[in-house]
């Protein structure tokens, strides 16, 4: 029984031994929780495993077809494993730990949950120990299954996306069935979030009880959503490391762990799920924990690979006036890196464009009163390097099969030691003599031909990969525990709980257009909090730089646009759009954000942040695109306290917190239509946002 903040988790072992979920949901007193259900199973067709919400089902013995969490295979060839409960242990007031045995093979399985109860979230993850003296073979090692309450039919939120493009809110009912989401890149990849949240299909923003989760692990994953008939609907989520192409050998005396996962149930709709996710994510997950981020400026967009000592102190120079605080240099900056075809593992400074090494633009940068940020691409390799042309064999690749380039690169086996360690050497080495507080992280590929790890099980090589990328990120944060991380895969390709426990921020996606990034923001902040969310100003697109301004301003600011070519007003408006951005930060990052309106789909949304203690807030309106005559939908604010009194830039007079939540307010973003010289001109309001602090009247 593990009772949080508002909901209760309850497991049991029923009569005839299996570990099964007694209850999910709104906080009971233990004395209502339902005992652990028994089952005699169904017919021929079906035994009891069948019809059971199993918390770790194990596959191989008795009726069971529905999604088991761990399949294994003994060296004797058996392939059904039967666990039995055999004890369980508290550690604190906070960790379960469940141990099962297999009931003949020397085999255990510890199941580890953790609460969080002030975000009403658990997490699990497990350790497969085989405490025999031959070896076992795991082909499926999930972190565990989730079970809502039976009885209702769920619609599965999730988010779906593409480079350029991601993150974007799905809601599908759950068919009978099996419906599985997944990635098989090796990463986590643009196409789906490794994130769920299931309601009956009448939650809204505010209101309405979800169940979602998430996973915490960067390589090829799964989640598995299976619908049965049985108790009149019975749906399970599994979520794990993907079994796709996975093995895993245990040897004698050795153990396994799974990535985490984290769930939570709330009745306050997918706003109050994501913002128990932001907490999560700020307070427990997040390297350097809550704490706001710097205002940068990134060269990628300005200058591509055109990049060099006086280009880039003049970018610089521009950005430390408009107030930037980070500087950060992109691609290529590095030996031979002239273009996306070489240089890729040569990680020196390019003698060419930076003469005297990076000393001298990094303090200029720092003499401007910028911190230096670096962009790098640990994990690959272009065919032309001399880091290839050295180790051909680094590559992930199977003999006589081509070796497919993506981007013109290869991807390095991050499995293999020697390849970690030389990584390790080189970004200690970059970071070691230079000043550097920020390094993006990119990886622009995904896995094909997934050969290279020459173990007892070739397939291994799935996690082990993922396992020494981490290994490299722990290293090196142990050694520069000051650098700020970003992680970054063609944009939003690795964004998940794992990495951000090495990684303290997130480029969202490749796409800077603005109309754009206002509904993959939205898509982002389902998991995401603004603190990891790093957005930039470009020159992307067509719209205001106002506009431009206020859609960033939602997340992490940054800039990325070619300074050099903008005017003497662009530079004004921006430095005052920087400047009221450092004072509304901490709200936007480290604050409670409720989506009031929705920007997918729709042509006028906004968004709200309130601090902690409700003393302010900032509310952020843009349109889109109203036909007109427009209406402008009432907006209801939130997280304000009912009694005290708030005043909002741009209206007059203070209300009370209880009335703008109430009552509402609009913001009209109106078209105008302006006579000039006898001819009147329409000018329509699409396109157009507003950006009102909130302030609580003091006393
Ligand atoms: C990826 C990143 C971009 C940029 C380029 C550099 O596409 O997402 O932001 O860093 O690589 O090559």
């Given at each position: 029984?593990?009772?949080?903040?508002?909901?209760?988790?309850?497991?049991?072992?029923?009569?005839?031994?299996?570990?099964?979920?007694?209850?999910?949901?709104?906080?009971?007193?233990?004395?209502?929780?339902?005992?652990?259900?028994?089952?005699?199973?169904?017919?021929?067709?079906?035994?009891?495993?069948?019809?059971?919400?199993?918390?770790?089902?194990?596959?191989?013995?008795?009726?069971?077809?529905?999604?088991?969490?761990?399949?294994?295979?003994?060296?004797?060839?058996?392939?059904?494993?039967?666990?039995?409960?055999?004890?369980?242990?508290?550690?604190?007031?906070?960790?379960?730990?469940?141990?099962?045995?297999?009931?003949?093979?020397?085999?255990?399985?510890?199941?580890?949950?953790?609460?969080?109860?002030?975000?009403?979230?658990?997490?699990?993850?497990?350790?497969?120990?085989?405490?025999?003296?031959?070896?076992?073979?795991?082909?499926?090692?999930?972190?565990?299954?989730?079970?809502?309450?039976?009885?209702?039919?769920?619609?599965?939120?999730?988010?779906?996306?593409?480079?350029?493009?991601?993150?974007?809110?799905?809601?599908?009912?759950?068919?009978?069935?099996?419906?599985?989401?997944?990635?098989?890149?090796?990463?986590?990849?643009?196409?789906?979030?490794?994130?769920?949240?299931?309601?009956?299909?009448?939650?809204?923003?505010?209101?309405?009880?979800?169940?979602?989760?998430?996973?915490?692990?960067?390589?090829?994953?799964?989640?598995?959503?299976?619908?049965?008939?049985?108790?009149?609907?019975?749906?399970?989520?599994?979520?794990?490391?993907?079994?796709?192409?996975?093995?895993?050998?245990?040897?004698?005396?050795?153990?396994?762990?799974?990535?985490?996962?984290?769930?939570?149930?709330?009745?306050?709709?997918?706003?109050?799920?994501?913002?128990?996710?932001?907490?999560?994510?700020?307070?427990?997950?997040?390297?350097?924990?809550?704490?706001?981020?710097?205002?940068?400026?990134?060269?990628?967009?300005?200058?591509?690979?055109?990049?060099?000592?006086?280009?880039?102190?003049?970018?610089?120079?521009?950005?430390?006036?408009?107030g930037v605080e980070l500087f950060v240099m992109d691609d290529g900056w590095f030996k031979g890196r002239h273009h996306d075809r070489a240089g890729?593992?040569?990680?020196?400074?390019?003698?060419?464009?930076?003469?005297?090494?990076?000393?001298?633009?990094?303090?200029?940068?720092?003499?401007?009163?910028?911190?230096?940020?670096?962009?790098?691409?640990?994990?690959?390799?272009?065919?032309?390097?001399?880091?290839?042309?050295?180790?051909?064999?680094?590559?992930?690749?199977?003999?006589?099969?081509?070796?497919?380039?993506?981007?013109?690169?290869?991807?390095?086996?991050?499995?293999?030691?020697?390849?970690?360690?030389?990584?390790?050497?080189?970004?200690?080495?970059?970071?070691?003599?230079?000043?550097?507080?920020?390094?993006?992280?990119?990886?622009?590929?995904?896995?094909?031909?997934?050969?290279?790890?020459?173990?007892?099980?070739?397939?291994?090589?799935?996690?082990?990969?993922?396992?020494?990328?981490?290994?490299?990120?722990?290293?090196?944060?142990?050694?520069?525990?000051?650098?700020?991380?970003?992680?970054?895969?063609?944009?939003?390709?690795?964004?998940?709980?794992?990495?951000?426990?090495?990684?303290?921020?997130?480029?969202?996606?490749?796409?800077?257009?603005?109309?754009?990034?206002?509904?993959?923001?939205?898509?982002?902040?389902?998991?995401?909090?603004?603190?990891?969310?790093?957005?930039?100003?470009?020159?992307?697109?067509?719209?205001?730089?106002?506009?431009?301004?206020?859609?960033?301003?939602?997340?992490?600011?940054?800039?990325?646009?070619?300074?050099?070519?903008?005017?003497?007003?662009?530079?004004?408006?921006?430095?005052?759009?920087?400047?009221?951005?450092?004072?509304?930060?901490?709200?936007?990052?480290?604050g409670d954000q409720y989506r009031l309106l929705p920007a997918q789909g729709q042509g006028y949304s906004a968004v709200q942040y309130m601090a902690?203690?409700?003393?302010?807030?900032?509310?952020?309106?843009?349109?889109?695109?109203?036909?007109?005559?427009?209406?402008?939908?009432?907006?209801?604010?939130?997280?304000?306290?009912?009694?005290?009194?708030?005043?909002?830039?741009?209206?007059?007079?203070?209300?009370?917190?209880?009335?703008?939540?109430?009552?509402?307010?609009?913001?009209?973003?109106?078209?105008?239509?302006?006579?000039?010289?006898?001819?009147?001109?329409?000018?329509?309001?699409?396109?157009?946002?507003?950006?009102?602090?909130?302030?609580?009247?003091?006393?």
């Open positions: 029984m593990l009772h949080l903040h508002r909901s209760s988790y309850a497991l049991g072992v029923n009569r005839a031994g299996f570990l099964v979920n007694r209850y999910w949901g709104a906080r009971l007193p233990t004395e209502s929780i339902p005992d652990a259900a028994d089952s005699e199973g169904w017919a021929s067709f079906n035994g009891p495993g069948q019809l059971l919400p199993e918390e770790y089902p194990a596959w191989g013995s008795g009726l069971s077809y529905v999604e088991p969490c761990l399949k294994a295979t003994f060296a004797d060839g058996v392939r059904a494993l039967d666990l039995r409960v055999v004890g369980a242990e508290v550690n604190g007031e906070r960790e379960l730990i469940i141990q099962l045995r297999d009931n003949h093979y020397p085999l255990r399985v510890s199941l580890l949950y953790r609460a969080h109860p002030t975000h009403d979230l658990i997490e699990r993850s497990v350790t497969i120990h085989n405490d025999g003296d031959t070896p076992v073979r795991l082909e499926r090692a999930f972190s565990a299954q989730w079970h809502p309450p039976a009885g209702h039919s769920y619609r599965l939120s999730h988010l779906t996306g593409r480079w350029l493009d991601e993150w974007h809110i799905r809601r599908d009912r759950l068919p009978h069935g099996t419906t599985r989401l997944e990635s098989r890149r090796i990463m986590t990849g643009h196409q789906h979030s490794s994130w769920f949240a299931l309601d009956d299909g009448g939650a809204g923003e505010e209101t309405g009880e979800v169940w979602f989760g998430a996973l915490a692990w960067s390589g090829s994953w799964a989640l598995t959503a299976e619908v049965t008939d049985f108790e009149s609907q019975m749906t399970r989520v599994s979520l794990g490391v993907n079994d796709w192409d996975f093995a895993w050998q245990v040897p004698p005396g050795d153990t396994f762990t799974t990535p985490a996962t984290i769930a939570g149930w709330t009745d306050g709709g997918f706003g109050a799920a994501s913002r128990a996710l932001h907490d999560h994510i700020r307070e427990d997950v997040l390297p350097h924990g809550v704490t706001s981020h710097n205002v940068l400026y990134n060269s990628w967009e300005a200058t591509l690979f055109d990049v060099d000592e006086p280009g880039q102190t003049a970018l610089a120079e521009i950005a430390a006036d408009l890729l593992g040569d990680w020196s400074p390019d003698t060419a464009k930076f003469p005297h090494g990076l000393k001298p633009l990094i303090d200029r940068v720092n003499a401007l009163g910028m911190g230096f940020g670096i962009w790098v691409e640990p994990e690959m390799v272009n065919p032309d390097s001399d880091l290839y042309r050295a180790h051909p064999d680094w590559v992930i690749h199977f003999p006589n099969r081509e070796r497919t380039t993506a981007r013109n690169q290869l991807m390095l086996n991050m499995a293999r030691e020697e390849v970690q360690d030389y990584t390790i050497q080189w970004l200690d080495a970059l970071l070691g003599n230079h000043k550097i507080s920020f390094v993006k992280w990119d990886a622009n590929r995904n896995v094909s031909e997934p050969g290279g790890w020459y173990g007892e099980e070739a397939r291994e090589l799935w996690v082990r990969y993922t396992q020494g990328v981490y290994r490299v990120f722990e290293t090196i944060r142990a050694r520069h525990p000051h650098v700020v991380f970003q992680s970054c895969s063609g944009g939003g390709g690795r964004a998940d709980l794992g990495i951000l426990r090495h990684a303290d921020q997130i480029w969202v996606s490749d796409n800077t257009e603005p109309a754009a990034r206002l509904g993959i923001q939205e898509g982002f902040s389902q998991v995401f909090p603004a603190s990891v969310m790093e957005a930039w100003v470009t020159d992307a697109g067509t719209l205001s730089l106002d506009f431009r301004f206020a859609v960033s301003m939602c997340g992490a600011l940054g800039i990325g646009a070619n300074l050099l070519k903008w005017s003497d007003e662009e530079r004004r408006k921006a430095k005052a759009w920087v400047a009221l951005y450092k004072q509304i930060r901490d709200v936007v990052q480290l902690k203690d409700a003393s302010e807030g900032v509310l952020f309106v843009f349109r889109t695109h109203l036909a007109e005559p427009a209406t402008f939908p009432t907006l209801y604010l939130r997280g304000m306290k009912d009694d005290a009194r708030y005043t909002i830039e741009g209206l007059d007079g203070a209300r009370s917190g209880a009335a703008w939540m109430r009552a509402g307010l609009q913001v009209p973003l109106k078209s105008e239509i302006v006579w000039t010289h006898g001819t009147m001109e329409y000018r329509i309001g699409d396109f157009t946002a507003a950006v009102r602090r909130i302030a609580r009247v003091p006393g």
